[in-house]
């Protein structure tokens, strides 16, 4: 059973940068997909970005443009870089092991995967403020 | 985007009554590839049905899920004290991956 664990800096300042690290224990990082999903407070889930164990990854379309995910498997780690954050970016921030949906051919997109998640970090709140 | 829409908002029942959650979605989720999860407060989600109606790894037979195309529902058979918490699906069947707004279940 895998183990997941959110780090990183609970308070970032607008327009700057969130970076946040999940580490994995128990098996290899390299092994399974991974994503990122959000919780602002008091509201539902949204899920952020997939990376898929053989590197591609894809994003949710509102976040796309700010977003980039990526594993260190030296260290067992999968890593979520936000830019530009304001205060709609304030949320508790989970990593989830993603399990395979299905996998389809997108014709502006490419390949693409779908998931469901069936082990997750506690989570981090990440409050944007200055 | 599908938007998954779940009612009710809150559901207030006793240990020991059945639960009806319901989720329905924008449009059609392919193969049914539609999941529960579960959440208590201070907690992230715990993962309880995948595929419509397949079990996750431990998860008490008293959580049932079902539905296809549009119109999903899980049901908790007999609530336990350790069953109040919010309620979300899930829909997996095309990205963007989306969840609905959640059903709390609390103690009447």
């Known amino acids: 059973q895998v183990q997941l664990q959110e780090s990183g800096p609970g308070l970032v300042k607008p327009s700057e940068t969130l970076s946040l690290i999940c580490t994995v224990s128990?098996?290899?990082?390299?092994?399974?997909?991974w994503s990122w999903i959000r919780q602002p407070p008091g509201k539902g889930l949204e899920w952020i970005g997939y990376m898929y164990f053989r590197g591609s990854t894809d994003f949710n379309p509102s976040l796309k443009s700010r977003v980039t995910i990526s594993v260190d498997a030296s260290k067992n780690q999968l890593s979520l870089r936000l830019s530009s954050v304001t205060a709609a970016d304030t949320a508790v921030y989970y990593c989830?092991?993603?399990?395979?949906?299905?996998?389809?051919?997108?014709?502006?997109?490419?390949?693409?995967?779908?998931?469901?998640?069936?082990?997750w970090g506690p989570g981090t709140l990440v409050t944007v403020s200055s | 985007e599908i938007v998954l829409t779940q009612s009710p908002d809150t559901l207030s029942l006793s240990p020991g009554q059945r639960a009806t959650l319901s989720c329905r979605a924008s449009q059609s989720v392919d193969s049914n590839y539609l999941a529960w999860y579960q959440q208590k407060p201070g907690q992230a989600p715990r993962l309880l049905i995948y595929g419509a109606s397949r079990r996750a790894t431990g998860i008490p037979d008293r959580f049932s899920g079902s539905g296809s195309g549009t119109d999903f529902t899980l049901t908790i058979s007999r609530l336990e004290p350790e069953d109040f918490a919010v309620y979300c699906c899930?829909?997996?069947?095309?990205?963007?991956?989306?969840f609905g707004g959640g059903t709390k279940v609390e103690i009447k």
């Open positions: 989830a092991k993603a399990t395979s949906g299905k996998t389809y051919y997108d014709a502006s997109s490419g390949y693409l995967h779908t998931f469901y998640f069936d082990s």
């Open positions: 899930q829909q997996y069947g095309t990205s963007p991956l989306t």
């Open positions: 128990g098996d290899s990082i390299s092994r399974y997909s």
